[in-house]
């Protein structure tokens, strides 16, 4: 009888090890709202002590799960940056650097026309936007030329697979390990140019880009204020393999969620922005409180904001941008009253919209470095170094 206990339990473990095996990736509507929220309830800490302790284990399971223990050694190539454009109130240039040896991340550098002491830097990841895709679109383009009206020094770079950065597809299997890399890449690319402030630095992207905009705040200090739009969810762990497709949520019985990701961002300052027609319209009920308590650990509960917006949709809209830029403007010291009327409107139409010729990065003037490394598999042969 004992000896049938004993297989009957190894059995069970062996049973349970190749479920979870297979169950680490928590992919899209991983939970039912219910249990996002009952998750949430369940892991409230009581002390900033025990938050701290959690916040610890959250971030191991990021790194473990990125396989990013260790970040790779920066290259010391220099970055590229050409075909200046003065705009109304702002300059616009085509920038690449390497973020791995023979890996090119490739953007567009948003620059205050009016000289200052020093600037802040703002990141602008993109989402899975298309119609044009990616940096290209309307709404990056108007935000970005704002922010940098407003005093800020802005770089917009491409997912992978997106824009100029073809040297891979979008939905390499360690998209959210690269991605990673690449944004901690396009923070010292930021940090390296004269003038900006490391005291002042934030992050800002909606969709897949709140997804790179809380990952990026969660894994790296030197972001002092990020502002994720559309993305934070407790049930929703985004759908794409750039955002899920590693185990970051997830190992053995450990489990977390977007929300305790966010929430790494404490003390720092953090504006949510939601809306009623996706997987954020939660935001006021469920997961605001829960980041509330969090920073009321810190006594620091004025740094979190929502601006909840019920009528609206998916988007980095007009509204859903005003409430950036006068966040961005109080925790970065920017400037609101170079993007206001004489009415005293936000007023966005200096912000120029170029085409994919104007912006893109590699031409026949400027052509693709020679040494970048090209395919899914060389790519990953690339990560796994």
């Known amino acids: 009888m004992r000896n049938k206990i004993i297989i009957l339990s190894t059995v069970c473990f062996l049973f349970t090890s190749s479920v979870s095996a297979q169950d ?4 899209g509507a991983y939970f039912t709202e219910a249990q996002g929220k009952a998750f949430l309830d369940a892991h409230t800490p009581v002390s900033l002590a025990q938050w701290q302790q959690r916040a610890k284990q959250i971030q191991v399971r990021l790194r473990e799960g990125m396989q990013l223990e260790t970040m790779p ?12 454009k003065i705009m109304d109130g702002y300059t616009v240039e085509n920038v690449a650097f390497e973020s791995l ?4 991340v490739t953007g567009n550098l948003y620059r205050p026309l009016a000289q200052q002491e020093s600037y802040a830097g703002i990141l602008c ?10 940096r290209f679109n309307e709404q990056m383009q108007i935000r970005c030329a704002t922010l940098a009206r407003m005093g800020a020094v802005v770089f917009a770079w491409d997912m992978i697979g997106y824009g100029d950065s073809k040297q891979c597809d979008h ?4 998209g959210v390990k690269l991605q990673t890399i690449n944004s901690i890449r396009a923070l010292d690319f ?5 003038g900006v402030d490391p005291a002042r630095i934030g992050v800002t992207g909606a969709s897949g880009g709140g997804t790179q905009t809380f990952l990026l705040t969660a894994l790296d200090p030197r972001i002092k204020v990020a502002v994720p739009c559309v993305m934070v969810s407790a049930h929703f762990f985004g759908g794409c393999t750039c955002e899920s497709g590693m185990p970051i949520h997830k190992k053995g019985s450990f489990q977390t969620n977007n929300v305790e990701i966010a929430a790494l961002a404490a003390p720092r300052a953090m504006l949510l922005i939601s809306d009623g027609d996706d997987w954020t319209k939660n935001n006021p009920t469920v997961e605001y409180p829960y980041l509330q308590k969090i920073y009321r650990l810190y006594n620091q509960e004025e740094k979190i904001a929502l601006v909840h917006l019920p009528d609206e949709k998916h988007d980095y809209g007009p509204s859903k941008r005003k409430a950036l830029y006068t966040f961005m ?13 004489k009415e005293g409107e936000i007023d966005e139409t200096p912000a120029r919209l170029m085409t994919h010729k104007e912006l893109a990065v590699f031409d026949t003037d400027h052509p693709m470095p020679a040494n970048a490394v090209m395919g ?3 790519v990953l042969t690339l990560l796994d170094r």
């Open 125 to 134: 990841p993109h989402g899975h936007w298309t119609d044009p895709d990616g």
């Open 24 to 27: 680490e990736l928590c992919k």
């Open 171 to 174: 939905k390499l299997t360690k």
């Open 329 to 341: 403007a109080h925790h970065l010291l920017l400037n609101m009253k170079a993007i206001t009327n």
């Open 101 to 104: 040896p023979g890996f090119y």
């Open 376 to 378: 899914n598999e060389a």
């Open 190 to 194: 930021l940090l390296s140019l004269p």
């Open 73 to 84: 050694a920066r290259p010391a190539s220099a970055p590229v940056i050409h075909s200046k």
